[in-house]
């Protein structure tokens, strides 16, 4: 299964993108995830992400085009992935089908997950991420079992950098300008699936895999 998933900041794409992950078993591939880890080692990519990322703006086409490029090479994307966050703009959007044309390869959706403004800061202010392995909590939705602590590995949790008001605002800003003609290109393609992204996380992945299901391009596709 090849999947694009997209959506405004805090719309759930990584919390659907994992349970997608391990549906499909594919690897989730999130460039968001990537640009953090980058910066938590201090690299160079991660300081030029850096200066992007916490004013809420994208980092540059050329570093993230290249950066995707490099993941899907790798041999686990090789009969299929998840790909939260990418593209977010039109030639991204570009780049990805020429980058599968060479392989004679096809994505099989875009999945856009909707959701109503309040409901993302209300989403996005109350994650917490674990400063470890970056898992993913939402103290109302998704509390881990002991607070401030990551279930999966014991690691403080803690907010991310750009889940303030300020940077959330740009984010969205950004999203509307230059994420919107991402979502027409797939419309236009025939391959946008909208997906209602409210009710609880469970509701909405099988909200997803049914709309796949009978909708699949590929019936019983797996990788
Ligand atoms: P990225 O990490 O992709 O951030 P984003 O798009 O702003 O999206 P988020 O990760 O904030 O939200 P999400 O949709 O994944 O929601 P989540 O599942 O966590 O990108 C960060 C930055 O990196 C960008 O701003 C940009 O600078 C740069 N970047 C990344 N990709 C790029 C690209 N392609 N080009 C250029 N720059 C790029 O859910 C949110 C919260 O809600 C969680 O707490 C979760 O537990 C909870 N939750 C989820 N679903 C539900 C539900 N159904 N009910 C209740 N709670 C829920
Ligand atoms: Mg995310
Ligand atoms: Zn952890």
């Given at each position: 299964m090849r999947l694009v998933i997209l959506g405004a900041p805090g719309a759930g794409k990584g919390t659907q993108a994992t349970l997608l992950a391990e549906f499909y078993h594919c690897p989730h591939v999130s460039t968001g995830e990537i640009f953090r880890r980058a910066i938590a080692e201090g690299t160079e990519l991660g300081r030029e992400a850096d200066r992007h990322i916490s004013k809420g703006r994208l980092v540059p086409d050329d570093i993230t085009i290249e950066l995707v490029k490099q993941r899907i090479e790798e041999p686990d994307c090789e009969h299929g992935f998840i790909l939260d966050g990418f593209p977010r703009t039109r030639s991204q959007a570009i780049m990805l089908d020429q980058m599968l044309e060479e392989k004679h390869l096809g994505l099989d959706r875009a999945i856009l997950l909707e959701l109503e403004e309040e409901e993302i800061y209300h989403r996005l202010a109350n994650r917490r991420v674990c400063s470890n392995c970056g898992a993913t909590y939402h103290l109302d939705s998704l509390p881990p079992k002991v607070p401030g602590i990551c279930d999966v590995c014991g690691s403080s949790l803690i907010q991310r950098a750009d889940d303030n008001v300020e940077t959330i605002k740009e984010r969205i800003v950004i999203y509307h300008e230059l994420t919107?003609?991402?979502?027409?290109?797939?419309?236009?393609?025939?391959?946008?699936?909208?997906?209602?992204?409210?009710?609880?996380?469970?509701?909405?992945?099988k909200r997803i895999v049914s709309n796949l299901e009978t909708r699949s391009l590929r019936a019983n596709d797996s990788c």
């Open positions: 919107a003609p991402v979502l027409s290109y797939y419309e236009e393609q025939g391959s946008l699936l909208v997906i209602n992204g409210e009710g609880d996380i469970d509701e909405v992945h």
